[in-house]
C-alpha cells in the first residue's frame, strides 16, 4: 500500500517495506536554532500540526529544541502504537499528577492494569443502566435554569452552560448528593485544576509547577478543598457501608481485586474520582458545545434530531431503553466528534526504540497522533470539512479504515468513558430539542481553539424558545 502525499512505503501492518532510514532522516519542518518549531507552536498550534502533517506525510519529526518529537499520521502506524504494540509505549504524564495522582490516565505498568481491572465494571453497560436515571434527573434540574433565558428572550453562553450542566451531572452521578450549595465552589476549584493543567501544556518544565504563580496558588487550594471533600464523602460512605448503590462511588467502593480481593483504599479511591471528574468534564462539554453549534449552522439537520426525538419519545422523558433508539442522533454525536474531537492530540513515549514504515525511532521518543488531523486526512474523508452525520450511517461507519476515525483513542488504553459520555450527549441533545428550540444570537464562524480541550475560539451566545 502506498500512501498519497508520503515519502514512505507501509504495508497493511504499517511494517517497513524498504531498507531502514536513521529518524534524523524522517522528513519535517526546520526549526530555529535552539528552540526548534516552539515559536510556530505558541501562535496556532492546531494549523501548524495540520500543516507539516500534509506537508511531509505520514512520519513527520518535529525539533522541540534539544527534544525530537515524531507526530504519526499514517493509520495503520497509529494501531501499531496504541493497539499492535502498545506494550512498547508509556503514557508519560507525570506532569498532571499533582492534579489527578495515580488515577487512570497517568498510571502505568501493573498499577494501570489493576486499577483498569477494577474500573472496568463501573462503567458497563448494565451499570449505565443504573446511572441514566440519575442523568436524566441531573439534566432536567440544570435546564430548569433555562426556562428563565427562554421567558426572557435572553442570549447566553452556551459553553459556560455546557460546563455547567456536565460538571453538575458529572459529580451528582459520582456521588449522588446534594451539592447545591457547593457547587459554585466545586466548579470554580475545579477550572482551577483545568488552568493549572492548561499553564503546564503551554509551559511544560517542571519548575513552573512549583513557582507560586497566581494559577498556581489558586490550583494548591482548590486541589486541598476538592480533596477534603472527596476524603469527607468517603469517610461517610464507609462509615454506613457503603451508602447508596446507584451512583458510580457505590461502585468504585465495591470493586474488589479478583487477585488479591483488596478494595481500593482511600487515596487511590481519591485519585480515580478525581481523574474521572477532570477526564470526564470538560471533554463531553466541549462536544456538546460544538453539538449545538453544528445544529445552528445546519438547521437541515437539527430538524431530522427533532423528528427522531419526537418519534422515538413521543414528548416522554427518556429511558436507558430509548438511548439506542437515537440512532440519528448518535450519528450526529459521531460526526461532531469527527469535526471538533476534544481531545485533539495524544501521546505516548517509546520505552524501546522502534521501526515504523522505513525509519527507525529512537528509545524514549515522543509520539503524537492526533484524532482532529486524522479525522479530517483528505486521503480518507471525502470533503472532510463537510458537516455529514450519514457518513457514520451502520453500513459505511463499518467500510471506515481503522483509526481514521478514533475520538476516544484506541487499544487496551482507549476512554474508559466512552459510552458514558456518548450516553449523556444523547440524553442531553434530547431533553433540550424536546422542549426548546435554539438560535444563535450572532451568526459568526467559530474557530476552533486548542487548549487542554478542544474549545471554541469566540463564545456561541445562543437563544432559547419554548417549542
Ligand atoms: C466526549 C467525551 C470524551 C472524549 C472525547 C474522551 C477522549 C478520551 C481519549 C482520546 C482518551 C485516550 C487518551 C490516550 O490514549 O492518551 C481517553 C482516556 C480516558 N478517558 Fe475519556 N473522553 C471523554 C469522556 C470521558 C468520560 C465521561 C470519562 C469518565 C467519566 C472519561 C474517562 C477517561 C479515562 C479514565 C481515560 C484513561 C483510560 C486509561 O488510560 O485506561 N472520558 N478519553
Not at 503514557?91 to 488515577?103: C, I, R, S
Not at 465495591?254 to 471533554?283: C, F, P, W, Y
Not at 474557530?447 to 471554541?456: D, F, I, M, Q, Y
Request: net charge positive; proline share 6%; glycine share 6%.
Amino acid at each position: 500500500m502506498s500512501v498519497a502525499g508520503s515519502k514512505i512505503d507501509v504495508t497493511e501492518t504499517g511494517v517497513s517495506t524498504s531498507a531502514i532510514g536513521k529518524s534524523r532522516d524522517i522528513p519535517g519542518p526546520r526549526g530555529y536554532p535552539l528552540v526548534g518549531i516552539l515559536p510556530h507552536l505558541r501562535k496556532n498550534p492546531l494549523q501548524y500540526f495540520v500543516k507539516v502533517a500534509r506537508e511531509y506525510g505520514d512520519v513527520v519529526r518535529l525539533d522541540f529544541g534539544p527534544k525530537k518529537f515524531y507526530l504519526l499520521n499514517h493509520p495503520a502506524y497509529i494501531k501499531y502504537v496504541l493497539h499492535d504494540n502498545h506494550a512498547n509505549f508509556r503514557k508519560g504524564y507525570d506532569l498532571v499528577k499533582p492534579v489527578l495522582g495515580d488515577g487512570l490516565i497517568t498510571s502505568e505498568g501493573a498499577l494501570w492494569r489493576r486499577q483498569r481491572r477494577l474500573l472496568q465494571p463501573a462503567f458497563h453497560r448494565r451499570q449505565l443502566e443504573g446511572l441514566v436515571s440519575l442523568m436524566v434527573k441531573n439534566i432536567a434540574r440544570t435546564l430548569q435554569g433555562w426556562d428563565t433565558f427562554a421567558a426572557r428572550s435572553a442570549a447566553f453562553d452556551m459553553e459556560e452552560e455546557m460546563f455547567r450542566l456536565t460538571r453538575y451531572n458529572l459529580v451528582k452521578t459520582m456521588f449522588n448528593l446534594d451539592l447545591e450549595t457547593k457547587m459554585a465552589e466545586v466548579g470554580k476549584d475545579f477550572e482551577a485544576c483545568l488552568a493549572y493543567l492548561q499553564q503546564l501544556m503551554k509551559a511544560p518544565f517542571k519548575p513552573m509547577a512549583y513557582l507560586p504563580t497566581p494559577t498556581n496558588v489558586r490550583f494548591w487550594r482548590a486541589r486541598k478543598r476538592l480533596d477534603r471533600l472527596v476524603y469527607d464523602i468517603l469517610a461517610k460512605r464507609r462509615s454506613n457501608g457503603g451508602g447508596a448503590s446507584d451512583d458510580l462511588l457505590a461502585l468504585l467502593l465495591k470493586a474488589r481485586d479478583d487477585e488479591t480481593h483488596d478494595n481500593m483504599s482511600d487515596r487511590q479511591l481519591r485519585d480515580e474520582v478525581m481523574t474521572l471528574l477532570i477526564a470526564g468534564h470538560e471533554t463531553t462539554a466541549t462536544a456538546l458545545t460544538w453539538t449545538w453549534y453544528l445544529l445552528a449552522k445546519h438547521p437541515e439537520v437539527a430538524g431530522k434530531v427533532t423528528d427522531e426525538i419526537r418519534t422515538v419519545l413521543s414528548g416522554r422523558t427518556p429511558t436507558f431503553e430509548d438511548v439506542p433508539k437515537l440512532v440519528f442522533t448518535g450519528m450526529v454525536i459521531d460526526e461532531v466528534l469527527r469535526l471538533y474531537p476534544s481531545t485533539w492530540l495524544f501521546a505516548r513515549q517509546a520505552i524501546a526504540g522502534f521501526e515504523i514504515g522505513s525509519y527507525a525511532i529512537p528509545k524514549s521518543a515522543m509520539i503524537f497522533m492526533s484524532p482532529f488531523i486524522m479525522h479530517r486526512h483528505p486521503t480518507y474523508w471525502s470533503g472532510p470539512e463537510a458537516f455529514q452525520p450519514e457518513r457514520f450511517l451502520p453500513d459505511k461507519k463499518a467500510q471506515q479504515t481503522p483509526y481514521t476515525y478514533f475520538p476516544f483513542g484506541g487499544g487496551p488504553r482507549s476512554c474508559i468513558g466512552d459510552q458514558f459520555a456518548l450516553t449523556v450527549m444523547k440524553l442531553v441533545v434530547a431533553m433540550v430539542l424536546q422542549r426548546y428550540r435554539l438560535t444563535v444570537a450572532e451568526d459568526r464562524i467559530i474557530e476552533p481553539l486548542p487548549k487542554a480541550t478542544l474549545r471554541p475560539g469566540s463564545r456561541l451566545q445562543m437563544m432559547v424558545n419554548f417549542l
